[in-house]
Nanobody, 122 residues
């Protein structure tokens, strides 16, 4: 089993930045693709960003391209999401997830964290 724990969420003003971290433990593997997803109140969970396990190729939702950066440090079993130029519409619970195959979607991941709240004020 793989356990994922997110941290780094909080309250930030529009235009500000936050860095989310996802610490993995258990039967981890660098071959897993990692993703960040979010769910705003009253909305469906949506894909934000993902990074492949081997090549480290990154993929982003159109809504965050140019503002968010996903990265991973396999030595620390940690994945990050650097969020810059935050907007009020970025307000959501952000989840870290892992899958054996790269998945650019809001569902279908094999392992999930409990989420961390990000609130962006106007």
């Amino acid at each position: 089993q793989v356990q994922l724990v997110e941290s780094g969420g909080g309250l930030v003003q529009a235009g500000g930045s936050l860095r989310l971290s996802c610490a993995a433990s258990g039967r981890t593997s660098s071959s897993y693709a990692m993703g960040w997803l979010r769910q705003a109140p009253g909305k469906e969970r949506e894909f934000v960003a993902a990074i492949s396990g081997r090549s480290g190729s990154a993929y982003y939702a159109d809504s965050v391209k140019g503002r968010f950066t996903i990265s991973r440090d396999n030595a620390k079993n940690t994945v990050y999401l650097q969020m810059n130029s935050l907007k009020p519409e970025d307000t959501a619970v952000y989840y870290c997830a892992a899958t054996k195959r790269l998945l650019l979607a809001g569902t279908g991941y094999d392992y999930w964290g409990q989420g961390t709240q990000v609130t962006v004020s106007s």
